[in-house]
């Protein structure tokens, strides 16, 4: 089955299969092909070019793409979206004044949801976890990392990675998942935090590398949350078993997050809305990604990360959802490109590559997704007629894709 794409506006971020990762000044360039055309065969990119030498091709299926844009998808490469119910009332409580601690102490947050996830059952949670992969994938999202952490108990943790194991199973796109056991502290652990991490470590981890539920350990390095001797302790642990490290760090304290995640050779370090010099300096020289949540920072009215000291600083960066019942009820990948643009400072050509090579480094993808390569997986979105590509994410709030491909299918 080869499918031949004629006739498109702009070919996306075209890349030899030796760029693994883009950082700093090199961010800045998006290579494309104008009047292209590109060449499906199976589940593969074959070949592609400009129309003005385009070969013979015999294909099963033409789609004329006058007008439109066509770029690989968005790897989101990080989420939560397997949980159970919503907190739309607690939405209503923030607007009525009280804070994002507040609501945790009064039992809300984090651990109003492990209460609904632990009382859901597995098929359930499965259920309404797919509902939201399918909407994410039909706004362009072609690779994603789910996590765990809103169990909290042994039984209800392993619930939430077997259901993300189902959903790599059951769809096309590549699935990566993430152990978060160490999301927040229990209820029934409150003057016993570290009980609670022995529990993680001692007990519920060993089952995760046995089940072989997680190729990712992540952990809410935090005050108020865990420490940084915690973030340690568990990332140690974790490397016995083969998990790399991707952390939730400095999204409201420079606590030394940035620098344990390098130190443990992290694949990425993640949501960085308070950045001091030394976590940039730290992150010179490792090859770890740093990742930006701005819809997390929209949603919440906290600081979006400093891209542009990152970059300037000459690092890459990544972008990501962070969708989430709590603090990011949005899969929506061409918002976050919108928000990076909007207001992070960064330019178009900056946003669309974090959100898509850079993402696919930070769930170890490059390889095999995120960019219009020769021999990746057939995983690309057509737009409808638009002006050009940074009319993307300048018309925040329109959708813009016509039509997501994944492993050559449409979604
Ligand atoms: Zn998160």
Redesign the pocket.
């Known amino acids: 089955m080869n499918l031949l794409i004629t006739n498109i506006k702009e070919l996306l971020q075209v890349r030899e299969p030796n760029i693994l990762k883009v950082s700093g000044s090199e961010m800045k360039e998006l290579p494309t092909i104008k009047n292209a055309w590109l060449l499906i065969e199976d589940n593969k990119i074959a070949d592609y070019g400009s129309m003005e030498n385009i070969p013979e091709i015999v294909a099963d299926e033409t789609i004329d793409a006058t007008g439109k844009i066509v770029l690989p998808t968005w790897c989101d490469s990080?989420?939560?979206i397997v949980y159970a119910g919503n907190r739309e009332l607690e939405f209503a409580d923030r607007i009525n004044g009280l804070s994002y601690e507040e609501i945790a102490n009064r039992g809300g947050g984090i651990l109003n949801s492990a209460k609904t996830l632990q009382d859901t059952p597995e098929d359930e949670v499965y259920d309404q976890s797919a509902k939201r992969l399918e909407e994410v994938m039909k706004l362009g999202t072609g690779a994603i990392e789910i996590?765990s952490?809103y169990g909290l108990t042994d039984e209800a943790e392993l619930k939430m990675l077997r259901v993300i194991r189902k959903l790599r199973e059951n769809y096309d796109l590549p699935v990566k998942s993430t152990f978060?056991g160490a999301h927040a502290i229990p209820k029934n652990y409150k003057n016993d935090p570290d009980a609670y991490m022995d529990l993680v470590i001692n007990e519920i981890l060993p089952e995760v590398a046995k089940e072989d539920l997680a190729q990712y350990i992540d952990i809410?390095c935090e005050k108020g949350y865990f420490s940084l001797d915690d973030t340690h302790r568990l990332l140690s642990a974790a490397k016995e078993y083969g998990l790399k490290p991707k952390i939730?760090v400095n999204q409201f304290n420079a606590i030394g997050g940035v620098k344990a995640g390098v130190e443990h050779d992290a694949l990425s370090v993640?949501?960085l809305e308070v950045m001091n010099d030394e976590d940039i300096e730290v992150l010179k020289g490792s090859q770890t990604m740093p990742v930006a949540?701005p819809s997390?920072s929209l949603f919440l009215s906290i600081p979006y990360t400093p891209a542009r000291r990152i970059l300037d600083a000459g690092l890459p960066l990544a972008l990501a959802t962070?969708f989430?019942p709590g603090?990011?009820p949005s899969g929506n990948m061409n918002l976050v490109v919108s928000l990076a643009c909007i207001k992070m400072k960064m330019t178009p050509e900056e946003a669309i590559n974090a959100a898509t090579i850079n993402g696919a480094y930070a769930m170890e993808l490059s390889e095999t997704h995120g960019s219009i390569t020769k021999g990746k997986f057939a995983n690309f979105i057509i737009t409808k007629e638009i002006p050009s590509y940074t009319f993307l994410p300048y018309a925040f709030g329109t959708n813009s894709i016509e039509s997501v491909y994944i492993n050559g299918k449409i979604v």
Do not use: A, I, R
Request: proline share 0%.
């Open positions: 990080h989420t939560h996590k952490g978060l809410f939730h993640e949501h949540l997390c962070d989430n603090s990011t």
